[in-house]
C-alpha cells in the first residue's frame, strides 16, 4: 500500500497567516490526490481534487501543487474558520490512504 | 441535490456484526463507486473498500479482508457495510462516500460503540 506522510501533525497560526501543509507518497501518484478539511464532528470536505484543482465553492485562498511524490496545500492568509483538520488522500491506486492529518490551530 | 444518508448509532458487543446502511440520492446510484471510510476517536481517516454498484464489484483493504462485506440494493439506492467479529478498536464513526474528481459527497456518519 502507498503510504502517504503528512506534516506537520499540528500547528499554531494567527488569522491572516500563510500555511503550509505537505503530502509524501512512498512511491509515485501522478496527480492523484485530493486535500480535505475537517471540522469536529463533521464529515470531510473536499478542497482540492487532482492536486492543484479548486473544488466549486472553495475560497481561493486554498490552492494545491505537485505531482508524482510531494504534494503541497497552502491557504495565503487563514481565516477564523480554516481552523481544523487537513488531511491528503492518495487516489492512485488500492487501497486509497490518507495522510495522518495536520491540525490548525489558534496562536 | 446529492444526499447519502446513514443510519443511526450502533452499540454492540464484542463478536458481534454491524451493518451500517447508506441511502443516496440526486445522482444516479449505479454511476459512482461508493467507499467506506472510518474514523476512530481522536484519531484520523482510514479507507475501508470501495463498492461498484453496477457490477456488484468490492476492493476491501487487506486490513479488513474477512470481517467486512459491501454490498447494495439498486432498487432503493442503499449501499452497506456490514463489518463482523467486531471488538473494541472498530469503535469509530463510519462514513460512506462517493468521489470522482470534483464529485464529492459524504454520508453524515454513523457512530458505532463496541463495547461489552
Known amino acids: 500500500a502507498i503510504q502517504m506522510t503528512q506534516s506537520p501533525s499540528s500547528l499554531s497560526a494567527s488569522v491572516g497567516d500563510r500555511v503550509t501543509i505537505t503530502c509524501r507518497a512512498s512511491?509515485?501518484?501522478?496527480?492523484?490526490l485530493g486535500w480535505y478539511l475537517q471540522k469536529p464532528g463533521k464529515a470531510p470536505k473536499l478542497l482540492i481534487y487532482a492536486a492543484s484543482s479548486l473544488q466549486s465553492g472553495v475560497p481561493s485562498r486554498f490552492s494545491g501543487t505537485g505531482s508524482g511524490t510531494d504534494f503541497t496545500l497552502t491557504i495565503s492568509s487563514l481565516q477564523p474558520e480554516d481552523f481544523a483538520t487537513y488531511y491528503c488522500l492518495q487516489n492512485y491506486n488500492y487501497p486509497w490512504t490518507f495522510g495522518q492529518g495536520t491540525k490548525v490551530e489558534i496562536k | 441535490q446529492v444526499q447519502l444518508v446513514q443510519s443511526g448509532a450502533e452499540v454492540k458487543k464484542p463478536g458481534a456484526s454491524v451493518k451500517v446502511s447508506c441511502k443516496a440520492s440526486?445522482?444516479?446510484?449505479?454511476?459512482?463507486?461508493m467507499h467506506w471510510v472510518r474514523q476512530a476517536p481522536g484519531q484520523g481517516l482510514e479507507w475501508m473498500g470501495i463498492f461498484d454498484p453496477s457490477a456488484g464489484s468490492t476492493t476491501y483493504a487487506q486490513k479488513f479482508q474477512g470481517r467486512v462485506t459491501m454490498t447494495s440494493d439498486t432498487s432503493t439506492s442503499t449501499a452497506y457495510m456490514e463489518l463482523s467479529s467486531l471488538r473494541s478498536e472498530d469503535t469509530a464513526v463510519y462514513y460512506c462516500?462517493?468521489?470522482?474528481?470534483?464529485?464529492?459527497?459524504w454520508g453524515q456518519g454513523t457512530l458505532v460503540t463496541v463495547s461489552s
Open positions: 440526486g445522482y444516479t446510484f449505479t454511476n459512482y463507486f
Open positions: 462516500m462517493v468521489t470522482d474528481y470534483y464529485f464529492d459527497h
Open positions: 512511491q509515485g501518484i501522478r496527480k492523484d
